[in-house]
Nanobody
């Protein structure tokens, strides 16, 4: 069974940085997609970024492009999301998500259909104050 455990998050002032990490285990294959969604109060869960194992292809939502960087730690089944230049509108619960198919995961992020993603972490709060 795939398990995802997030760490990081917290509170930061606008313009600051935070780093989220997700430790993954239980994948049956080296081929999978893993990434992040976020959900702000009263809003739909939205895709943020994802990365493909093992080739490292990435997807970024427009809101993340240029400010966030997703990366994987080779051989450790861990993915990180470095978030820079944070804005109050980045405030949300951030969820690590994974799927046996990177294509399916990124599709879910682009089309806003998170219910199609197979695996989820518990979420970690990110709060950006102005």
């Amino acid at each position: 069974e795939v398990q995802l455990v997030e760490s990081g998050g917290g509170q930061v002032q606008a313009g600051g940085s935070l780093r989220l990490s997700c430790a993954a285990s239980g994948f049956a294959s080296e081929y999978y997609g893993i990434g992040w969604f976020r959900q702000a109060p009263g809003k739909e869960r939205e895709g943020v970024a994802s990365i493909s194992s093992p080739d490292g292809s990435t997807y970024y939502a427009g809101s993340a492009l240029g400010r966030f960087t997703i990366s994987s730690v080779n051989g450790k089944n861990m993915v990180s999301l470095q978030m820079n230049s944070l804005k109050p509108e980045d405030t949300a619960v951030y969820y690590c998500a994974a799927d046996p198919s990177f294509s399916d995961l990124s599709y879910a992020q682009v089309m806003g259909v998170p219910h199609r993603v197979d695996y989820w972490g518990q979420g970690t709060q990110v709060t950006v104050s102005s």
